[in-house]
């Protein structure tokens, strides 16, 4: 193939207004010049920016518009698409930190979360990953993904744990 | 097929041990949902463990004969216990995905609410997958299979948990009980080596004490007087003739025990080795593929090595020092049972003082090892990737990033001395402060008015003092070398715990010589439960025919061909090669008439003589140049400087990837197989050497069955038949102008697709 062949979108996705509109059903469409189209979003960012840079995109995964920042929407369609990203987004966000403890192979984290305690474990050398904002992800061995907003908030016995994991 | 499926049991104790979560559904779940429902058995089942608030819950999904039940048993009392929902309402089942939370929601019309919502984390994604399969097969009134929910659900919910660790769990004591089953067979040595090690150290206890017998029975009574030199310097001589006897004992015996456990290490080290291969063998490709090479190699490489620290050294300090200790103490209250506890008592702190600092010392180790593997993670990124830096002048960049993680990392390990210089003076305090209290105590009882203690029991003293520390800091040591011996025999262990998932039957049938006639009848297979791959294959092949495979990428054809060289079994269906089923006969004598030319053909470490005569050794060095002629390799492989004694593999001369093939059909050529399997043999070289190896295996199909899978379409012009698989299926079959005569037939597409392309970019 050469590089003549890739096609090159004729206009900005996101350049046309739009909004979106939610059935009694749940589904959700893409309105533009009066066409409706069934629309899923993805995240472009969602570990860094999961507030921002929306691709909404239709059933066959092509691009319909590139969201920057909802801010840009009109109210009803900023809520949607909140309502739509909310669940997909969503991480396990870490309150308390019990024990980090190495097992065989494998180091066993006990948790409190938002939502309840849970278990879970993490290779012997998968490293809590530092985002941008100071926050510390972590991804255990089935993806489940968690996150510890702000760890110099957290308890002294947690933050005692955490010391290792963090610069 | 699945290695995991052998050990339900396994499965469970994992779930149970590591998620918190049941392990089975309740039975009063099970009983309720099934008298909710009407009485049919649940079929398969999942936990939704997210509710709409995004908190954690425990949501039972069941799917029985004709319902799906969601049970909540963290009731909120918003919902009733149990909901049940007909399966002929449910029109779809909906996931949206998300980082940790996917949504499924099921609706019966467009346009109308959802009848239901459940979510789950990651963590059931197998388990649901599997829920989520069966219901869609149901909805679109497929058959259903075998159910066992129990099994599937635990299989699912484990797995992740198997493939890091994929382990027997259990606990440390119990590993170590088994490592030293491996001494079994060596008892007597172990015997002797033990026996030397406890002589060793009893002797050792010895020369202190004479030295204050000296004192006290020669020395003082001689100075004041009352012992003639004669008799004096009789016992002098007895009691150096008895020490020079303790030292001789005591080192003859660390010869004996060092000796003996350096090679008893050594044995069982072997034994393990042996072990481990010879298993390793016996595991189906599905291991292989499911464990990084790397830590296979490790296994029997440095794991068993690090076994020989602990048979040689762990186990004999551990027990040694025990008994040092233990010995010590009685001796000290043997002879004065005051200064004797005054300092046996601190001892058990200063154990427990350097526990808590090896505690501390973890953590640093913890910190250090993330920091060090962030410095040699930028190793591993710009030495492969150098080209990439140097094109985007990334040098300084590079150079900055690794002189900070360079500097960060010895931030840690400086963290780390300025702890163990500071502890380990700190501990010496403490045992000189111990000094200076038996000083204490016992001077003004030695020059007392009425002496209570004798000056050669004083020295004793001071001497076993010295001793007491170094079994103490042999602990300090040991454990972490304990440690890391443990983790080793585990990993070992969890090989050796494998059991084989393609085994032969107890008297199988021996081919003698395969006549080639192939017959897949029906046959389902799936790598994962949750998938299948072929989705019931059926053909006839006779001996001698040669069939071509084509299809898209990714239909299952290489998965056809494995389960022809029986890598796997089926799932469903059965395999039958002249007229037997394939799980029947004798695996090795039928793979040994298997002749298999893959697309990136695997060249072992050793001359090219050598790759071609693989697996037939002792063929002549004329037949091995004849198949390389019939190879078309002859050729290059004399412009070579050394020719066929040029060593190629992983660190030899590097071939080319249709060099490569063309060893490996002079292989094949060779071995004479009465089953040909050609998986993409001419796949990256250019037309000229297509060619040549074409010419090569023109050759090589005559007189035997051969399955041939070609992407460029031209290669199979010789086959007598044409199989076309698409998703799993055998769509199409029949010979190449037959297949062109199916107007949208998906061969035919095929081919003008390629006849376009190959119109587009000829020259
Ligand atoms: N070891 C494996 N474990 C799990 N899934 C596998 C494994 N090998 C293949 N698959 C999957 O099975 C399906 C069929 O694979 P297969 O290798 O048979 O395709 P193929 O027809 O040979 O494709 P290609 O033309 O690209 O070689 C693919 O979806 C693939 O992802
Ligand atoms: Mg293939």
Not at chain 1, 117 to 131: I, M, S
Not at chain 1, 143 to 163: A, F, N
Not at chain 2, 255 to 277: F, I, P, S, T
Not at chain 2, 723 to 730: A, Y
Request: aromatic fraction near 10%; charge should be neutral.
């Amino acid at each position: 193939m050469t590089s003549s062949h890739t096609p090159v979108p004729a206009a900005h996705a996101g350049s046309a207004p739009f909004r979106l509109r939610r059935d009694k059903d749940g589904t959700v469409w893409f309105c533009r010049d009066g066409a409706e189209t069934r629309v899923n979003v993805h995240l472009c960012f969602p570990w860094t920016q999961p507030e921002r840079f929306f691709s909404l995109r239709d059933e066959d995964k092509n691009e319909l518009a590139l969201v920057e920042s909802p801010d840009g929407l009109d109210a009803e369609s900023r809520a949607i698409l909140e309502a739509m990203t909310a669940e997909s987004r969503f991480v396990f966000p870490i309150t308390a930190i019990e024990s980090a403890d190495p097992d065989f192979e494998l180091r066993v984290w006990k948790v409190r979360t938002r939502g309840g305690p849970r278990q879970f474990q993490t290779k012997l050398d998968d490293w809590p990953r530092p985002l941008p904002d100071g926050s510390l992800l972590l991804r255990d061995i089935a993806g489940d993904l968690y996150r510890v907003e702000q760890p110099e908030q957290l308890d002294v016995k947690s933050r005692r744990i955490l010391w290792a994991f963090m610069d | 097929m699945n290695s995991s499926s052998s050990s339900p049991d396994r499965n469970r104790e994992i779930v149970r041990r590591y998620t918190g979560q049941p392990a089975t559904m309740p039975a009063e779940i099970r009983r309720h949902i099934e008298t909710a429902w009407g009485g049919g058995p649940v079929q398969l089942y999942a936990l939704a463990d997210i509710d709409p608030a995004l908190k954690l819950t425990e949501e039972w999904v069941a799917v029985g004969p004709d319902s799906l039940a969601l049970y909540r048993s963290k009731n909120d009392g918003s919902n009733p216990a149990v909901r049940i929902f007909a399966l002929a309402d449910i029109a779809d089942a909906k996931e949206t995905p998300g980082l940790s939370c996917t949504r499924v929601t099921l609706s019966n019309r467009p346009g109308e609410p959802a009848l239901a919502e459940f979510r789950y984390s990651q963590r059931q994604r197998r388990a649901m997958g599997a829920l989520l399969f069966l219901l869609r097969q149901r909805i679109e009134g497929g058959i259903p299979g075998p159910h066992e929910p129990d099994r599937l659900y635990a299989e699912g919910v484990a797995k992740p948990i198997r493939e890091a660790q994929a382990s027997v769990a259990a606990n440390r004591a119990a590993i170590a009980w088994r490592l030293l089953g491996y001494l079994k067979p060596y008892r007597t040595q172990v015997i002797l080596g033990m026996v030397a090690a406890t002589v060793m150290t009893v002797v050792g206890l010895v020369p202190p004490y004479l030295t204050g017998y000296i004192i006290d029975a020669v020395i003082r009574p001689f100075q004041d007087g009352e012992l003639s030199q004669e008799s004096a310097l009789q016992v002098a001589f007895v009691t150096i003739g008895g020490l020079a006897a303790v030292f001789l004992t005591r080192e003859a015996m660390t010869w004996v025990r060092l000796r003996k456990m350096a090679v008893l290490g050594e044995h069982v080290a072997r034994d393990l080795r042996n072990d481990l291969y010879d298993h390793l063998h016996k595991l189906s490709v599905t291991y292989f593929s499911s464990k990084q090479t790397g830590s296979i190699i490790s296994r029997v490489s440095s794991d068993t090595d690090r076994i020989w620290d602990f048979i040689a050294f762990g186990v004999v300090e551990v027990s040694l020092s025990l008994l040092m200790l233990i010995g010590l103490g009685c001796v000290l209250i043997f002879l004065d049972w005051q200064l004797g506890l005054l300092m046996t008592l601190p001892v058990p702190f200063l154990l427990y003082m350097i526990y808590r600092n090896g505690r501390g010392m973890q953590r640093m180790f913890l910190r250090a090892w993330r920091k060090w593997s962030n410095l040699t993670d930028v190793l591993s990124d710009t030495i492969p990737g150098i080209r990439v830096v140097k094109a985007f002048n990334q040098e300084s960049y590079e150079k900055r990033r690794f002189g900070e993680r360079n500097a960060t990392v010895t931030d840690e390990f400086f963290r780390i001395h300025h702890r163990w210089t500071a502890f380990w003076p700190f501990l010496l305090l403490f045992v000189h402060a111990m000094t200076v209290a038996v000083w204490f105590f016992a001077l003004p009882r030695i020059v007392g008015s009425e002496p209570t203690l004798t000056a050669g029991t004083f020295v004793s003293f001071l001497l076993y003092l010295g001793m007491f520390f170094q079994p103490i800091e042999v602990f300090g040591q040991m454990s972490r070398m304990l440690n890391r011996s443990i983790s080793s025999a585990h990993r070992i262990f969890e090989v050796l715990d494998t059991e084989p998932d393609l085994t032969d039957k107890a008297d199988p049938v021996s081919l003698e010589r395969v006549r080639g006639d192939v017959v897949f009848d029906n046959v389902l297979f799936a790598y994962d439960p949750v998938s299948p791959v072929l989705k019931g294959i059926s053909f006839a092949v006779k001996p001698g025919e040669m069939v071509g495979l084509v299809g898209p990428s990714g239909s299952g054809k290489t998965t056809i061909i494995n389960l022809i060289a029986r890598f796997y079994d089926p799932t469903g269906g059965r395999i039958l090669v002249d007229g037997h089923d394939l799980r029947e006969v004798d695996s090795g004598r039928y793979r040994q008439q298997i002749g298999m030319v893959l697309q990136d053909p695997y060249l072992f470490h050793g001359s090219i003589l050598d790759n071609i005569r693989y697996g037939m050794q002792d063929a002549s060095v004329e037949k091995a140049v004849g198949a390389a002629r019939a190879a078309n390799a002859h050729d290059f492989i004399c412009k070579l400087a050394h020719g066929y004694d040029t060593i190629v593999g992983e660190r030899g001369h590097t071939l080319s990837g249709g060099e490569r093939q063309r060893i490996s059909i002079a292989r094949a050529i060779l071995h004479d197989p009465r089953i040909l399997i050609l998986d993409e043999a001419t796949s990256s070289v250019d037309t000229e050497t297509e060619r040549k190896i074409q010419e090569a295996l023109d050759r090589l199909v005559s007189g035997r069955t051969v399955f041939a899978i070609a992407h460029r379409l031209s290669t199979l012009t010789r086959a007598s038949r044409l199989f076309v698989v698409k998703e799993g299926l055998l769509v199409e079959q029949g010979t190449h102008s037959e297949l062109l005569e199916k107007p949208d037939g998906v061969y035919r597409k095929l081919h003008d697709m390629q006849r376009e392309l190959h119109e587009m970019y000829a020259v």
